[in-house]
């Protein structure tokens, strides 16, 4: 028998309220017991993407809302511009091409974020672009990107919508959807809503949905309108994912009593404890300059092989952490923050990354991560007893 671990950026671990209210027998979706749920579950929702808009639920993981949002608010040829800093920023581009879409490719260092000079300068010398497609925090390279001012550019332009994943950005860091003018924003289930994968969320501001209007584009399931004719009727267009969306209310409630800000602080705090405690080991981190609070990247010392690292992590310590993807793949390794992860997780991931490190023959003294995080960490707040630790 060995405890686990999971501290990989998504799937995260779910709280065992949630996990309790999923095992209950299902209901059926078309009855006022569902509706009900459903009705609490939306206004949840609109709490944490801090909009007044519909905050949409789909049954699919995070690309699928990215997809549609994609297929139901541009026109064949429309030109684009995505922030191609990293995994996801590429994801954009892709859907974007699979629809006819003509990208212009942001190319921004993995590991950095985009620089608003540079989106401006595309803005003025392309002209008529249709929209912007950025990440708020690209997980594959940990870096937050500048959500709030690129808001400001698009916001002063009718023709052109900023549309943001927050698959690891939405309940982990504070992104005023209506506050700072996003047009689109999407994120997913098994990310800060602690939830198992399955579920996507997805809003749009007015002008968005007036993009919908003059969109041709060919879809089905994941047609906006639709669902949000549905979602006035405390439903969904089609049979949704009815006992991921019961582990919902328990998650936004659990939210709810222990406050979106101090998710936040908590984030913060830990995302911080584990970048100093990475550096105290005379590590690297993957984003210096902007970080996000979901996940720490960390480069591994050379000649240490990424792919037996994170093996042994997770088989002989039993720590979950991700590793890199494409060109990082077997140099970083990647520790989430988000969700049902909590200081002690923190120390736990720290101390294991020491043992493993020693192991792998990088010369450190134990305890010299554990304790620069454990100074960070003691800087705030410590969980009460009987607190769900988010
Ligand atoms: C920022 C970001 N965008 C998109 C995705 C893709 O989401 P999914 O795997 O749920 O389709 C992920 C998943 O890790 C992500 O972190």
């Avoid at 992104?175 to 997913?188: A, N, R, T």
Wanted: glycine residues 10%.
């Amino acid at each position: 028998m060995k405890k686990k671990y999971l501290l990989a950026p998504g799937p995260t671990p779910v709280p065992p309220e949630a996990l309790l209210s999923m095992a209950h027998p299902i209901i059926h979706h078309r009855t006022p017991q569902f509706s009900a749920i459903f009705e609490e579950v939306k206004k949840g929702l609109q709490k944490i993407f801090q909009t007044e808009q519909d905050v949409l639920v789909l049954a699919s993981s995070g690309t699928g809302a990215m997809e549609s949002a994609v297929s139901n608010i541009f026109n064949k040829g429309d030109k684009v511009l995505v922030v191609n800093g990293g995994k996801f920023g590429e994801r954009w581009g892709k859907i974007s091409e699979a629809y006819g879409l003509q990208v212009i490719w942001l190319d921004v260092e993995w590991g950095r974020a985009v620089k608003i000079e540079d989106v401006k300068k595309v803005l003025e010398q392309e002209g008529n672009v249709r929209g912007v497609l950025v990440q708020a925090s690209e997980t594959s390279t940990t870096v937050v990107h500048p959500v709030e001012e690129l808001a400001k550019l698009t916001g002063r332009r009718d023709d052109c919508l900023l549309v943001v994943d927050g698959i690891t950005g939405v309940g982990v860091f504070p992104i005023p959807m209506d506050e700072w003018g996003i047009d689109v924003l999407i994120s997913g289930s098994q990310k800060a809503f602690m939830l198992p994968p399955g579920l996507s969320f997805i809003a749009l501001s007015e002008k968005a949905w007036g993009f919908v209007e003059k969109s041709q584009l060919p879809r089905f399931y994941f047609d906006l309108k639709k669902e949000r004719k549905s979602l006035g009727k405390n439903t969904t267009a089609y049979t949704p994912a009815v006992s991921l969306i019961i582990g919902l209310q328990d998650v936004l409630r659990l939210i709810e009593s222990t406050g979106l800000d101090n998710i936040y602080k908590k984030n913060h705090r830990l995302a911080r404890a584990t970048q100093e405690a990475a550096k105290a080991l005379g590590l690297r981190l993957l984003a210096p300059d902007s970080p996000s609070d979901a996940a720490t990247g960390v480069w591994l010392p050379d000649g240490i092989d990424g792919g037996k690292f994170t093996k042994a992590l997770k088989d002989d310590f039993g720590v979950t952490v991700a590793g890199g993807q494409e060109q990082l793949k077997g140099k970083i390794i990647r520790i989430s923050h988000m969700g049902y992860i909590d200081t002690f997780d923190i120390i736990v991931a720290i101390s294991a990354i020491e043992m493993a490190l020693k192991r792998f023959g990088y010369d450190i003294g134990f305890g010299v991560g554990v304790g620069r995080a454990q100074e960070v960490l003691s800087e705030g707040y410590v969980p009460k007893s009987g607190d769900s630790g988010v």
